[in-house]
């Protein structure tokens, strides 16, 4: 089965810039999609097919994706953006598949 | 706008059985492949099932092939997952999610509790 792999948590300064890594066998040949998801509350999709942002989601938000690794980049971090991270991609052997999920903290 | 709103959870005992619901509104229903996806307590995201726009396709997470039964009816809006041989383990928020381009998921309901104790 496919396996992507986020670090447990980040921690960052309101303003600063917020780097969040899913790691994932040639996870550049796959299409990367991004979630935050706040306490209590269902995800929410803030990046797809690698780097695209859905209507409404700030410019802050970016992604990349190339060789083992995905990245979702916020910049100039908000304390409204504290929440759970997820990456996910869809595999021909396991469909679909999310990350171990990583915790944003504003400091 | 687009709704989801899920139904149909609780609490069951352990080898019991759960059918959830997922009534869509706000886009055409039938042109879409849906989803469920879920999440235990604490825990991440877990997706769980699919079902192609037509209805001939469906994929499930090796956890609960042979279990669960993923279904829609184009002419009530809605998508339904029946839950038979439950564990504790299955305990989780139960999402229904619509899906967007090459694989993502757009659209989210709230969430259903499924609780799964003696």
């Known amino acids: 089965s496919y396996v992507l792999t986020q670090p447990p948590s980040v921690s960052v300064a309101p303003g600063q810039a917020a780097r969040i890594t899913c790691g994932g066998n040639?996870?550049?040949?796959?299409?990367v999609h991004w979630y935050q998801q706040k306490p209590g509350q269902a995800p929410v999709l803030v990046v797809y097919?690698?780097?695209d942002r859905p209507s409404g989601i700030p410019e802050r938000f970016s992604g990349s994706n190339s060789g083992n690794t995905a990245t979702l980049t916020i910049s100039r971090v908000e304390a409204g953006d504290e929440a759970d991270y997820y990456c996910?991609?869809?595999?021909?052997?396991?469909?679909?598949?999310f990350g171990t999920g990583t915790k944003v903290t504003v400091l | 706008e687009v709704q989801l709103v899920e139904s149909g959870g609780g609490l069951v005992q352990p080898g019991g059985s759960l059918r959830l619901s997922c009534a869509a509104s706000?886009?055409?229903?039938?042109?879409?492949?849906m989803n469920w996806v879920r999440q235990a307590p604490g825990k991440g995201l877990e997706w769980v099932s699919y079902?192609?726009?037509?209805?001939?396709?469906?994929y499930y997470a090796d956890s609960v092939r042979g279990r669960f039964t993923i279904s829609r009816d184009d002419s009530k809006n809605s998508l339904y997952l029946q839950m038979n041989s439950l564990r504790a383990e299955d305990t989780a928020v139960y999402y229904c999610?619509?899906?967007?381009?090459?694989?993502?998921?757009?659209?989210w309901g709230q969430g259903i509790l499924v609780t799964v104790s003696s």
């Open positions: 996910q991609v869809w595999d021909s052997s396991s469909y679909y598949v």
């Open positions: 999610a619509r899906e967007a381009s090459r694989g993502s998921f757009g659209y």
């Open positions: 079902i192609s726009s037509s209805g001939g396709i469906k």
């Open positions: 040639n996870i550049g040949s796959k299409t």
């Open positions: 097919d690698d780097s």
């Open positions: 706000g886009f055409t229903f039938s042109s879409y492949e």
